[in-house]
């Protein structure tokens, strides 16, 4: 059974810091690409951050330069690293893992406070 569980989320002020984490189980985690999503109140879902079993990383352009995705192979666990929040990082973040088909944690909310 495949699972997926964030956790590091919580409230922050503006030009604060959060760590999310990602714990998977029951995947070959280093095979799959794994990713964050985010999801705000009445917006569809959206990449945040993805890096590839090789290690490449991809974002979305509004969290270039303030978000860093970074994997550990040997604890099964990715990271987000966020820095100089801001009022519209606020959402649900989504851990995301890729292989022939994706598989979704139940999400953690960050709300950063102006």
């Known amino acids: 059974q495949v699972q997926l569980v964030e956790s590091g989320g919580g409230l922050v002020q503006a030009g604060g810091s959060l760590r999310l984490s990602c714990a998977a189980s029951g995947i070959i985690f280093s095979a799959y690409a794994m990713g964050w999503y985010r999801q705000a109140p009445g917006k569809q879902r959206e990449l945040v951050a993805r890096?590839?079993?090789?290690?490449?990383?991809i974002y979305a352009d509004s969290v270039k330069g303030r978000f860093t995705i970074s994997r550990d192979n040997a604890k099964n666990t990715v990271y987000l690293q966020m820095n100089s929040l801001k009022p519209e990082d606020t959402a649900v973040y989504y851990c995301d893992a890729f292989l022939t088909r994706d598989y979704w944690g139940r999400g953690t909310q960050v709300t950063v406070s102006s």
């Open positions: 890096v590839t079993a090789g290690g490449n990383t």
